[in-house]
C-alpha cells in the first residue's frame, strides 16, 4: 500500500490544479502629462535622503511625524492586521504536514448481579496526513501569503496616510498662527485709525458716520480673528489625535512659519506600480484571489489521508506496555463527490469571477494613482505662478492702503475710500498666505500620490 501511494504521490505531484498567476497588465502612460518639460528646481543629489517630511525643513513636524508610527491608532490596527495575516500563514503552511495526537484514557465499568467490576486503560499515538496531490493546500498557503504581503502593503498605507494628514493639519495649524500674526497686526493697525477717526469727528472736519465704519472694520478684523483662533485649535486637537493623544493632553507653541516647498522628483509613471502601496496592495489580492481558484477546481478530483496510530491497552496498568496489549492501524482513504448538481463548477465561477473584480480594482487603483499624481504636478505648476501674483498684489495692496489713509489725514478722500483700501489689503495678504499654504499641502499630497519617501541610490 506505501508503494502504491508513493507511486502515485510521485506521478501526481505536478498536478497543480490552479491557473499559473500573472501579475495584470497596468494602463500606464509613458510620461506624466502634466510633468512635460517640468524640473525639478534643485538636483536630485540635493535632496533630503531621509524621511520625506524632512524635505520641508521643519523640525517640529519632524518630531511629530516621528510619532506618528508609534502612537497613531490607525497604524496600529492596520499592523495589527499584519501580524494576523502572518499568522494565517502559518497556520495555512502547517496543513502540509502530518498531524501527530497522543490519546490516553482509564475507564473503570461494573455492574449489579454476577458482573464484575474492571478497569481499561489505553494511551494511543496516531497521525493522519492529507497529501497536496492536487495543490489545494499549496494554493491555500500561496493565497494566504499574498493575503499577508496586501496586509503589509495596507499598513505602509495607512502609516503613510497618517503621516500625510498629519502635514497637512500641521501646516493648516502653521497657516492659522501667521494669519493671527496678520490679524493681530491688523488689529492694532484698525485701533491707531479708529483713534484718528474720533479725533477727526471730535474737531468736527469728519463726520459721525466715518467714525461707526472705523469701528466695523476694528469688530470685524477681530472677529476673523477668533474665527483664526478656533480653527487653530480644531488643528492642533487633529495632531493630537493623530499621535494618539488626548487633546487635552497635547499642544504645540505658536512658532514662525518654515515656507519651505522642496522640489519632488517625480521619475516615470511606471514606479508607482513599486511605490504605491495601494496598488501593491491590490496587486497582491489579485494574487490571492487566483490561488482561489485552486482551491476552488481541487473539488474535481479526490481527497486522499493517510493515517496510522500505535498504542496499547489493558487491563492493569502495570502491564501496559507488554507486547501483548500492542494495537496498531494504518489506513489510506479517498473520497470524491459524484454529483453535487454542479455546486463545485458554481464555486470555481465564483472565484473566477472574484480575481476578474480583483484585477478590475487592481487597474482602477492605478487609474487613481495617475490621475492623483498628474492632479499634484497640475497644482503645483499653477499655485507657484499664483502665489508671484499673490505676492504683486498684496504689495499693491498693502502700499494703496497706506497713500488712501494719508490722504484721508489731509482730506482729500472719504473714510469709504480707506475702508476700501483696507479690505482690499487685508484679503490680498491673507490670499498670499493661503496660496503658500496651499503650495506646501500640494507638495506633501504629491508625495502621498508617489508613494512616499524615497532614497536616493
Not at 87 to 101: C, G, K, M, N
Request: hydrophobic share 45%; aromatic share 6%.
Amino acid at each position: 500500500m506505501k508503494k502504491i501511494l508513493g507511486a502515485m504521490t510521485l506521478a501526481l505531484a505536478g498536478c497543480a490544479t490552479g491557473p499559473a498567476y500573472q501579475v495584470p497588465s497596468a494602463p500606464l502612460p509613458a510620461q506624466f502629462k502634466e510633468a512635460q518639460g517640468w524640473q525639478p528646481a534643485a538636483p536630485a543629489d540635493l535632496l533630503e535622503k531621509g524621511p520625506w517630511w524632512e524635505l520641508f525643513g521643519d523640525a517640529t513636524l519632524n518630531e511629530l511625524a516621528r510619532q506618528v508610527e508609534v502612537n497613531n491608532q490607525n497604524v496600529a490596527a492596520a499592523a495589527a492586521r499584519y501580524a494576523q495575516a502572518r499568522a494565517l500563514v502559518a497556520e495555512q503552511r502547517a496543513s502540509l504536514f502530518p498531524q501527530v495526537t497522543l490519546d490516553a484514557s482509564a475507564d473503570r465499568s461494573g455492574g449489579g448481579g454476577q458482573q464484575r467490576t474492571g478497569n481499561q486503560y489505553r494511551v494511543n499515538i496516531g497521525g493522519s496526513w492529507e497529501p497536496d496531490v492536487w495543490g489545494r493546500l499549496r494554493a491555500g498557503v500561496s493565497g494566504a501569503q499574498a493575503s499577508a504581503q496586501a496586509s503589509a502593503a495596507d499598513l505602509a498605507a495607512a502609516r503613510l496616510s497618517a503621516q500625510g494628514e498629519l502635514a497637512a493639519n500641521y501646516i493648516g495649524l502653521r497657516l492659522a498662527d501667521a494669519q493671527l500674526a496678520l490679524l493681530t497686526e491688523t488689529v492694532e493697525g484698525y485701533q491707531r485709525v479708529l483713534q484718528i477717526t474720533q479725533n477727526r469727528v471730535n474737531a468736527g472736519v469728519a463726520p459721525t458716520s466715518d467714525l461707526l465704519q472705523a469701528q466695523t472694520q476694528l469688530a470685524n478684523a477681530s472677529a476673523d480673528r477668533l474665527t483664526t483662533q478656533r480653527q487653530r485649535a480644531q488643528f492642533e486637537h487633529a495632531i493630537a489625535v493623530l499621535l494618539g493623544k488626548a487633546p487635552a493632553d497635547f499642544a504645540l507653541a505658536p512658532a514662525p512659519w518654515t515656507l519651505q516647498v522642496p522640489a519632488i522628483p517625480v521619475g516615470l509613471p511606471s514606479t508607482l506600480l513599486e511605490r504605491r502601496p495601494d496598488i501593491a496592495a491590490a496587486e497582491r489580492r489579485v494574487a490571492a484571489a487566483n490561488a482561489q481558484i485552486g482551491i476552488a477546481r481541487s473539488a474535481y478530483f479526490p481527497s486522499l489521508s493517510l493515517s496510522g496510530s500505535y498504542g496499547v491497552a489493558g487491563s492493569a496498568a502495570g502491564g501496559l506496555f507488554s507486547a501483548s496489549n500492542t494495537l496498531w492501524s494504518l489506513g489510506l482513504s479517498a473520497a470524491q463527490t459524484l454529483f453535487n448538481a454542479g455546486a463545485t463548477g458554481a464555486r470555481v465561477d465564483q472565484a473566477s469571477a472574484a480575481r476578474d473584480v480583483a484585477v478590475a480594482n487592481y487597474r482602477q487603483s492605478v487609474l487613481d494613482a495617475l490621475a492623483d499624481v498628474e492632479n499634484q504636478l497640475a497644482a503645483g505648476n499653477v499655485l507657484a505662478q499664483q502665489q508671484s501674483l499673490r505676492e504683486t498684489s498684496a504689495n499693491s495692496a498693502t502700499q494703496v492702503e497706506q497713500q488712501m489713509l494719508n490722504r484721508y489725514r489731509a482730506g482729500q478722500v472719504g473714510y469709504t475710500d480707506v475702508v476700501t483700501a483696507q479690505v482690499t489689503a487685508l484679503n490680498a495678504r491673507r490670499a498670499l498666505l493661503q496660496t503658500q499654504a496651499d503650495r506646501q499641502s500640494s507638495a506633501v499630497a504629491l508625495v502621498q500620490a508617489l508613494g512616499g519617501g524615497w532614497r536616493q541610490q
